[in-house]
C-alpha cells in the first residue's frame, strides 16, 4: 500500500510539474514576452568590400538579468566572434539587473554567458542604465566595468565614441556642457553616441522627450552618424533624422515589451532577443542585427562622401 501511494504521489507531482510547465509556456506565447519566430526568409545584407580590413564591434541593451535568452544570445555572440572577429562590445545601460549589484550578481548575470567574449579580451565600454544606478551600487559598477565616469569617450578605429548617462543628462549640466565640447572638438571620421534612454522609440517607454530636447540638436550639429540606445526590450531602426541615425537594441535577454504608437520615420520594428553587429571602414558602415538562433534579422549601411 505505501508503495502504490508513493508511485501515484510521483506521478502527481510529475503532472503538477507538466502542468506548470505548459502554463508558463502558453503565457509566454500569448502575452508574447519571448520570441518564438524566425525570419520566413533569410535576409539579404551588403558586406564591405573584400579586403577592406574593417573595425568591428557589437551592441546590446537590457540584458543582464541571467535568463535563458541572455546565455543563448551569449553563445552566438561567441559563434559570431570566430567567424567576424570583433574588438569592441558596446553595453546599452541596465547592465545588472535589478540595481547594480556587481558583487553578488556580476558572475550570473555577466560573466558566465559572455565568458567566451572575457577569455578573448574583448573591449566592453558600458552605458550606466536606469537599473544600474539604484541603491548605491553604480560606483562599484563603474570599477567592475573599468569606466572612467559615468559619461566618457573613446576613440578606436575610425570611430569616436562618446558614451552617456542619459538616466541623469537633463540635470547633469556639468555632461551636457562636456557632451558639447567632446563632439564638437572630436575629428574622427565616424562620430556614435552610445546611451540607455533612446530619442526615439515606438516601444513601451516611448521617446524621451527632454533628452531629445537638449541632446538631439547637438548630434546634428556635430554631424553625429548613429545615435544608439535600448530601455525599450525590443529592435527597432528609424530613417536618419537630420543625418542622425538612431536605433534602440534593448533585446540583450531581459524580457520583452509590446510596441505602441509607431512613432513617424520608424522603418524596422521587431520583438525580438538580439544584439548588432558594425563593420567599419573610413568610406562605410555596415550594420546586422542578429537573432538568439544566430538569424540575421535586419542590415543596414551607411557611406561617407
Known amino acids: 500500500m505505501i508503495f502504490k501511494r508513493s508511485i501515484k504521489q510521483n506521478w502527481l507531482g510529475i ?8 502554463a508558463v509556456w502558453a503565457w509566454a506565447y500569448l502575452w508574447n514576452d519571448f520570441d518564438f519566430s524566425r525570419p520566413a526568409r533569410p535576409v539579404s545584407c551588403e558586406a564591405p568590400p573584400i579586403g577592406s580590413k ?3 564591434f557589437i551592441a546590446f541593451g537590457d540584458y ?3 535568463t535563458p535568452f541572455q546565455k543563448q544570445l551569449g553563445n552566438v555572440m561567441a559563434q559570431t566572434y570566430k567567424h567576424t572577429p570583433y574588438n569592441v562590445a558596446l553595453l546599452l545601460g541596465d547592465n545588472i539587473y535589478p540595481n547594480g549589484d556587481v558583487k553578488r550578481l ?9 565568458q567566451p567574449l572575457i577569455r578573448n579580451k574583448v573591449r566592453f565600454l558600458a552605458a550606466i542604465g536606469d537599473h544600474d544606478d539604484h541603491q548605491g551600487h553604480v560606483q562599484d559598477e563603474l570599477a567592475y566595468f573599468k569606466m572612467p565616469g559615468k559619461y566618457y569617450q573613446v576613440s578606436d578605429g575610425p570611430v569616436d ?4 548617462n542619459t538616466t541623469f543628462f537633463v540635470r547633469s549640466p556639468e555632461q551636457r556642457a562636456w557632451i558639447a565640447r567632446a563632439l564638437a572638438h572630436s575629428k574622427a571620421r565616424w562620430k556614435i553616441v552610445v546611451a ?8 513601451r517607454n516611448g521617446n524621451t522627450e527632454g533628452l531629445r530636447a537638449i541632446l538631439e540638436p547637438l548630434l546634428v550639429k ?8 535600448g530601455h525599450d526590450h525590443d529592435y527597432e531602426r528609424f530613417q536618419p533624422t537630420q ?13 520583452l515589451y509590446d510596441f505602441r504608437k509607431v512613432k513617424p520615420g520608424s522603418l524596422v520594428r521587431l520583438k525580438t532577443h538580439h544584439f548588432l553587429l558594425f563593420e567599419v571602414t573610413d568610406k562605410g558602415l555596415w550594420m546586422k542585427a542578429i537573432n538568439r538562433f544566430g538569424d540575421v534579422i535586419d542590415c543596414t549601411h551607411w557611406q561617407k562622401g
Open 161 to 164: 565614441f562618446f558614451v552617456l
Open 15 to 22: 503532472l503538477g510539474s507538466l502542468v506548470v510547465l505548459v
Open 196 to 203: 540607455h534612454h533612446p530619442l526615439y522609440s515606438s516601444g
Open 106 to 114: 556580476a558572475k550570473s548575470n555577466f560573466e558566465n554567458p559572455y
Open 64 to 66: 543582464g538579468q541571467g
Open 243 to 255: 543625418g542622425v541615425g538612431y536605433i534602440v537594441s534593448g533585446g540583450g535577454g531581459s524580457y
Open 54 to 56: 574593417p573595425f568591428r
Open 222 to 229: 556635430n554631424h553625429v552618424d548613429l545615435y544608439l540606445a
